[in-house]
Structure formats: C-alpha cells, structure tokens
C-alpha cells in the first residue's frame, strides 16, 4: 500500500539543540535545587543515605555551588575522568567535588 501526504512527523528531528539544551537546563535545575535545599541530596541519594556537603564547613551547599558542582560534574563525564577518580581520594571525592569545595557523606557520618 502506498500511503498519499507527508510522512508523520518525527519529534526528534525538530529542533535537537533546543532539546539539549532543555534538557540540560532542566537536569542543572533538578540536581542543583536538591543539593541545595535542606534535603541537601536528590531523592536516589537520600534513598541511600547520602548527603551533599561543603568540604570545609561541613554545612549545606549554596545554589552557586550546587550548580557549580554540577556543570563540574558533567565536565567530568565528558573527560572520562571525574568519576574515576572517587577511587583513587581519601574522602571518596570526585573531580566535581574539588571543583565544587563539596563532600558526600552517609547519614551516619557526623558533619
């Protein structure tokens, strides 16, 4: 059967830079926003206990540098290296949490 009219649209092919870049502000909003509130974590690390803390001062993080934590974060995964490097630091920190001046510790852990 031949099928007469334009084909369907296909909603990838519309506008890809204007979806990545929704998608990219909408996930900076998501993990900035959690790490930042008083729940300091998003919901998968509270699941697991984690928090999200400044290095130093042991308190909550500001929106300034849970957004800074997360562009790191994400500059990280492209180079390959960020998240390795949890392995290999005494604190389990990764590039991001150095660029960030932020630490995540268990519930148990004293801040």
């Known amino acids: 059967?031949?099928?007469?009219?334009?084909?369907?649209?296909?909603?990838?092919?519309?506008?890809?830079?204007?979806?990545?870049?929704?998608?990219?502000?909408?996930s900076l909003i998501y993990f900035a926003a959690f790490w930042a509130s008083p729940m300091a974590a998003t919901p998968a690390q509270k699941?697991?206990?984690?928090?999200?803390?400044e290095h130093v001062t042991r308190g909550r993080i500001s929106l300034l540098r849970a957004v800074i934590?997360?562009?790191?974060?994400?500059v990280g995964l492209i180079l390959l290296f960020?998240?390795?490097?949890?392995?290999?630091?005494?604190?389990?920190?990764?590039?991001?949490?150095?660029?960030a001046g932020t630490t995540v510790i268990k519930a148990t852990e004293k801040h």
């Open 1 to 26: 059967e031949i099928a007469i009219g334009p084909p369907p649209a296909d909603p990838a092919s519309g506008h890809p830079i204007a979806a990545l870049i929704l998608v990219t502000l909408l």
């Open 47 to 53: 699941l697991f206990s984690l928090t999200v803390i």
């Open 69 to 74: 934590r997360c562009l790191a974060l994400w």
């Open 82 to 99: 960020g998240v390795l490097m949890v392995a290999f630091t005494e604190r389990k920190r990764g590039f991001h949490d150095f660029v």
